[in-house]
């Protein structure tokens, strides 16, 4: 399929890096993760932001002279934006309750004690259930809030 350009936004763990790997398999199209691109690798993840210029030019880099993509996470609210032109953008959506029960499994499937009280990831990860946890009424710190994705779409 040629010129399917789909960003898959939402909340952390609404499903949207599964989602998009499925499309990317059944559409035979190349899938990114925006995670992959605003973040530098640490150990725990997600600690360091990339710099904004740096993130932006690998993107787009990337992303250059293909005419198909699905692309998981809002990039709309980078500075300076990436300028991508859509076909399609999804915003999943779960109830904030499941949404946070399967963050937990997932992140103790992923680090396992670590993230239990007294492992070294305990902060880190109480510090993102919380920021996840403002998703739904705008209250988390950035751009990754639903009012922000609803006003997006």
Do not use: C
């Amino acid at each position: 399929m040629k010129n399917l350009r789909i960003n898959i936004i939402g909340a952390s763990g609404a499903g949207k890096t599964t989602l998009a790997m499925e499309l990317s398999e059944k559409l035979d199209i190349p899938h990114f993760d925006s995670d992959n691109y605003f973040h530098i690798p640490t150990d725990p993840p997600f600690q360091k932001q990339r710099p904004a210029n740096e993130r932006k030019t690998m993107l787009m880099s990337d992303l250059k002279g293909l005419s198909s993509w699905a692309l998981s996470g809002a990039v709309f609210g980078w500075e300076p934006q990436p300028a991508l032109s859509y076909t399609l953008v999804i915003l999943l959506y779960l109830d904030p309750k499941l949404r946070l029960e399967r963050l937990r499994k997932r992140e103790f499937d992923r680090f396992g004690t670590r993230v239990m009280p007294g492992g070294d990831m305990e902060k880190e990860h109480k510090s993102f259930m919380n920021w996840t946890s403002g998703y739904d009424s705008g209250g988390s710190e950035g751009n990754n809030t639903l009012p922000n994705h609803l006003k997006f779409i």
